[in-house]
């Protein structure tokens, strides 16, 4: 009986195999569908892996099909690597793909250098062989060289736009030293590394040609990702920076400023300014002039006990503010566009656009206040998609005092809870009337509130030597008497 069953068993094995290689297709007319011909990577730093991208294969007939060879026509030398059927390998043979059914390959990338400055091209293929035909996908890489630095202390430097700079775990402008940084520079910051400043920043962008501080995934899926780099942050001791024409984007910070300037560098000769500004006209840490932060997973400015000054610039899409002036200091804003509507689904938005507060607090030290707060907001818009776009947090103590004033401006708030004395010709909850909120395009509409609410005579428009005269675009404010509130002027 057992014989018998054996011999059933055997006979019925050799039935379905037999049957099985019956099906597949063996004629010379077979081939492949390939999903796609050609296989193209965004640009890849030298020495740096790309992400990995597929492809699909499939068998469109009605019965199974062998792949005998699957080879990358490079070989070992090539500079890309394949998984074939979830091994790392770059070739294999007698693949069975069943009928109507598909299989992916898995491509990566890494890029030799070269001496080139420009970025370059390197190709490869995927040779498939099927019943004698033989089909391919040709796979395609833009390399860039870059300057690399890792873990460094910058002293007196000037960095131009030849190659990339990639920043590997942080680096550090020095006390005493100066990082200049010319126009068209691009920075790319590696995953948890920063820009540390104890000493000066110059960065020389222009609008033709700005300085980007951004990621090192180059790939087009990361572009809006937000919180892939740590920022830019001014130490104490940091003092003069200057920063102007700056895109910083998908930060976990964007600017972060420490403490106050270092005594003893003088004072800023400004022109005589109405009564309400209180500033203490002291050199600031830094000056930020015609920047766009963006997609910043915490806060695109941080002020700690600091003095800055921030002119005809932009911030947007900030997880938690777009503006955070903490423990005092003084602050002073000029043709600036502040919003946040949630248009990037990787960004939240549930704190208001700007926190301003006096005072620190920590377990062990308790609670400290600043002897002053000094904020001011002139032809700035503060929007978005909160009722409540201000936090004001201050603490009263005797010898401290806590300013602000929005002047010319647009702001959004729900609470009575902002002095009235400090609102000079403010505009309170209209709608600035955005060209294009969810494409992140905050120029004006012809009907805004906004256009013709500003007045040139006022605020910084009237010192730095008309540095501020163009807006965000290059368009030329002072055509007439009257200026828009905001970074963009809406040409007339």
């Known amino acids: 009986m057992k014989n018998l069953l054996l011999t059933l068993l055997v006979g019925f094995s050799f039935i379905f195999f037999a049957c099985t290689k019956q099906n597949v297709i063996t004629d010379s007319s077979a081939a492949l569908t390939l999903k796609t011909d050609t296989l193209t990577f965004d640009t890849v730093f030298t020495d740096i892996g790309s992400t990995t991208l597929s492809f699909k294969i499939h068998n469109s007939h009605n019965q199974a099909i062998n792949v005998s060879n699957i080879d990358l026509a490079g ?31 898995h491509v990566e990338v890494t890029v030799d250098p070269t001496n080139e400055d420009l970025p370059f091209i390197i190709k490869d293929s995927v040779v498939f062989s099927t019943n004698g035909n033989s089909q391919k996908v040709i796979l395609i890489a833009y390399g860039q060289n870059a300057n690399y630095y890792n873990a460094q202390v910058i002293g007196d430097t000037n960095w131009s736009a030849n190659r990339p700079y990639l920043i590997y775990n942080s680096i550090l402008v020095d006390s005493g030293q100066t990082l200049t940084i010319e126009e068209g520079c691009q920075l790319h910051f590696h995953k948890n590394s920063r820009l540390y400043v104890r000493g000066t920043l110059v960065v020389n962008g222009t609008l033709e040609n700005p300085v980007i501080f951004r990621h090192d995934r180059l790939e087009a899926m990361y572009d809006d990702i937000a919180g892939q780099w740590d920022g830019i942050h ?34 800023v000769e400004y022109n005589t300014r109405p009564g ?35 002119k005809n610039s932009l911030i947007y899409n900030c997880g938690q503010h777009n503006v955070q002036l903490e423990f005092g200091g003084t602050y002073d804003f000029d043709f600036c566009s502040f919003v946040n509507y949630s248009t990037n689904s990787t960004v939240g938005h549930s704190n208001p656009i700007l926190r301003m507060a006096n005072y620190f607090g920590s377990a062990t030290s308790g609670i400290q206040v600043a002897s002053n707060f000094d904020a001011n907001f002139t032809h700035c818009i503060i929007d978005g998609s909160n009722e409540d776009e201000i936090e004001i947090d201050s603490i009263g103590f005797p010898s401290s005092q806590f300013k602000y004033v929005f002047q010319n401006s647009l ?24 060209t294009a909120i969810y494409e992140d395009d905050y120029t004006l509409q012809e009907t805004s509130p ?42 007339q």
Do not use: W
Request: charged share 20%; hydrophobic share 40%.
């Open 276 to 310: 309400i500004y209180d500033s203490l006209n002291i050199i600031p840490n830094v000056l930020v002039e015609n920047t766009t932060i963006k997609n910043i997973s915490t806060s695109g400015l941080i002020g700690i006990t600091a003095v800055v000054e921030m």
């Open 234 to 267: 001014f130490l104490k001791g940091a003092n003069q920076s200057y920063i102007n024409h700056a895109i910083i984007e998908n930060a976990i910070v964007g600017i972060r400023v420490d403490s106050l300037p270092v005594i003893g560098n003088g004072q």
């Open 411 to 434: 702001i959004k708030y729900s609470e009575a809870k902002i002095d009235s004395n400090r609102l000079i010709d403010a505009l309170i909850n209209e709608d600035p009337m955005f």
């Open 75 to 105: 070989g070992e030398n090539s500079q890309f690597r394949l998984n074939i059927n979830g091994a790392a390998i770059n070739s294999g043979t007698d693949y069975l793909i069943g009928a109507k059914d598909s299989m992916y390959i």
């Open 450 to 491: 906004c256009i013709d609410a500003g007045n040139k005579y006022i605020g910084a428009s009237i010192y730095h030597d008309g540095a501020i005269r163009l807006d965000l675009f290059g368009n030329d404010r002072f055509q007439g008497i009257l200026v828009d509130i905001g970074a963009y002027e809406k040409p």
